[in-house]
């Protein structure tokens, strides 16, 4: 079992930036596809970027080109920049593995909002 913890949400701005990072305890991180997901109350939680174990990245339309996730295997730690932040990103911001057969107990999350 993996315990993740996320971290580096906040306030910001719209078109302002944050940096999320997401420590992952154990030495299962390095072999799983990573994605960082996203909730919203009364909505289903999505995913909007994924990395596979060699750094191979996807993202959903609605933050491509904005939105940047990476990986370092030797800390267990997921990261996701996220530039040029809109009000509809505001969610709370969730790490774990890219598909539902290997997930994990999901964390505690992230809250990004977004507003001015």
């Known amino acids: 079992q993996v315990q993740l913890v996320e971290s580096g949400g906040g306030l910001v701005q719209p078109g302002g930036s944050l940096r999320l990072s997401c420590a992952a305890s154990g030495s299962l991180f390095g072999f799983n596809d990573m994605g960082w997901y996203r909730q919203v109350p009364g909505k289903v939680r999505e995913l909007v970027a994924g990395i596979s174990r060699y750094g191979y990245t996807n993202y959903a339309d609605s933050v491509k080109g904005r939105f940047t996730i990476s990986r370092d295997n030797l800390k267990n730690t997921l990261y996701l920049q996220m530039n040029s932040l809109k009000p509809e990103d505001t969610a709370v911001y969730y790490c774990?593995?890219?598909?539902?057969?290997?997930?994990?107990?999901w964390g505690q999350g992230t809250q990004v909002t977004v507003s001015s």
């Open positions: 774990n593995a890219r598909y539902p057969r290997d997930y994990w107990d």
